[in-house]
């Protein structure tokens, strides 16, 4: 069972490890049997835990934390914003919000900007506040399969002290993969001036997000199994947040780019794998022990081709780079090998024969799963990260006209489709904005 919500208290002596959510590695680590068990039994757990955080109230000695949170969050939905108009937004009075973010003024997690022009009415003018760039940082990961990345994202954004480490994912044991994910996260934090607020790591594979582990990656299976979360936090003394990959690049989007303050919309990642996330009304949707947001492995063609989840027909195997080396190959495109989104496009505007087919049966393709999400929650808007990003507006372009073509009209609103940004932070920034999201009590 999980622990309460760990407890932000951002004085110099408050960065002790919040309390933990899962069994710690070593002696007390679970055995991949011990752990398909508890996977077996998880559900029941979980649902208790449902009922009691949705029947039980806040208590009086977390309203504080709990009203923290919701200020925070309101500035990074509204960006830097005046008391008085954070007044407004949670319908209190000044008083109240002056006695929630004086004491995080004082601890260096806000500042105040420079003053806005004075309102009509004269009077003293309003100094905006905003994230101080010296708040303590998080430590953003992102695993795939083969390769780790880490760095410091601070409240703004801003992502530094990047590193990477490389393994083989075909190792035959664990131990070098996660001495590789360890390098990585200890020359990142090395580079932090204070204690960081916690480690959030994305995973491109599917994932038990209660229990911190990983549940199997089809490219890497040699991280299928492990308790990532508990060997991290054991190792490292910080709060952990694990998640599936296209989650946290939703975060990233939802906390720092184009996802801030929209109730609804999707991220969906394409590359050599493909996967997405949702956020409907404010509300990320996981699933019991985070088993939802497959979507790569949805299926879009009955007795399609053979994924590499063993079934067939699965939108992977048509929208992503492995499908378009094959059909490059197929239509004698020049290097169909290294062929990505990018220089497909290139190769249509220098009219290449056979090249605008391509292009438009693998933005159709793509267009297609959307098009069924938008058919089943309409969430409207679709950040799209990794490939596509690389074939700019003439790729973006092209799948919102096939998304748009392949929905009937609806007075919901037409499905819209926005590129990711081409550093491809999101990431990084998102697996950050799980811990935020957790660590501040963000509704989400
Ligand atoms: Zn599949």
Redesign the pocket.
């Known amino acids: 069972m999980k622990a309460g919500p760990p407890q932000y208290r951002a004085s110099p002596d408050a960065f002790e490890a919040a309390p933990r959510r899962h069994k710690m590695a070593g002696e007390n680590a679970l055995t991949r049997q011990e752990l398909a068990t508890e996977l077996d039994t998880g559900y029941e757990g979980q649902g208790q835990d449902w009922e009691r955080r949705s029947h039980s109230l806040i208590s009086p000695a977390d309203v504080g934390q709990a009203n923290r949170g919701r200020i925070l969050q309101a500035l990074f939905d509204l960006g830097p914003t005046s008391r008085a108009e954070l007044a407004r937004n949670a319908g209190v009075n000044r008083a109240t919000i002056t006695g929630i973010v004086q004491p995080l003024i004082e601890e260096g997690v806000l500042v105040e900007g420079e003053p806005l022009p004075a309102g009509g009415l004269g009077g003293k003018p309003a100094r905006p506040l905003e994230f101080s760039p010296h708040a303590p940082r998080v430590v953003g990961v992102k695993l795939m399969p083969g390769a780790v990345r880490s760095a410091l994202v601070s409240w703004t954004g801003e992502v530094v002290a990047k590193h990477r480490r490389h393994f083989s994912p075909d190792l035959r044991i664990a131990a070098p993969a996660f001495d590789a994910i360890e390098a990585c996260i200890s020359r990142t934090l090395a580079a932090a001036t204070q204690p960081p607020l916690g480690i959030g790591v994305a995973v491109g594979g599917m994932v038990d997000t209660d229990r911190g582990s990983i549940v199997a990656v089809n490219l890497a299976p040699i991280l299928s199994g492990l308790p990532l979360g508990p060997m991290l936090e054991d190792r490292f003394g910080l709060p952990v947040c694990l998640d599936h990959h296209p989650r946290a690049m939703l975060l990233g989007d939802r906390w720092f780019g184009v996802g801030r303050g929209v109730k609804s919309f999707a991220a969906i990642f394409t590359g050599e794998v493909l996967g997405g996330a949702l956020l409907l009304d404010g509300h990320l949707y996981r699933g019991p022990h985070g088993a939802g947001g497959e979507l790569?492995?949805t299926f879009v063609q009955i007795d399609g081709d053979v994924?590499?989840?063993g079934?067939r027909g699965?939108w992977?195997t048509i929208a992503t780079l492995g499908w378009l080396r094959r059909e490059a190959r197929t239509a004698r495109l020049p290097d169909p090998d290294t062929i990505d989104s990018g220089r497909l496009v290139a190769l249509v505007e220098q009219g290449v024969a056979g090249a605008a087919r391509v292009f438009d049966r693998y933005a159709r393709n793509l267009a297609t799963g959307i098009a069924n999400l938008q058919q089943t929650v309409a969430p409207n808007l679709y950040v799209v990260h990794g490939d596509v990003v690389v074939g700019g507006e003439p790729m973006r372009s092209a799948i919102e006209r096939h998304v748009r073509d392949l929905v009937p009209a609806h007075p919901g609103g037409q499905p819209q489709i926005v590129l990711g940004d081409p550093e491809d932070h999101a990431t990084l920034r998102g697996a950050a904005g799980l811990v935020l999201s957790q660590q501040l009590q963000f509704l989400l």
């Open positions: 790569g492995h994924c590499r989840c079934r699965c992977e």
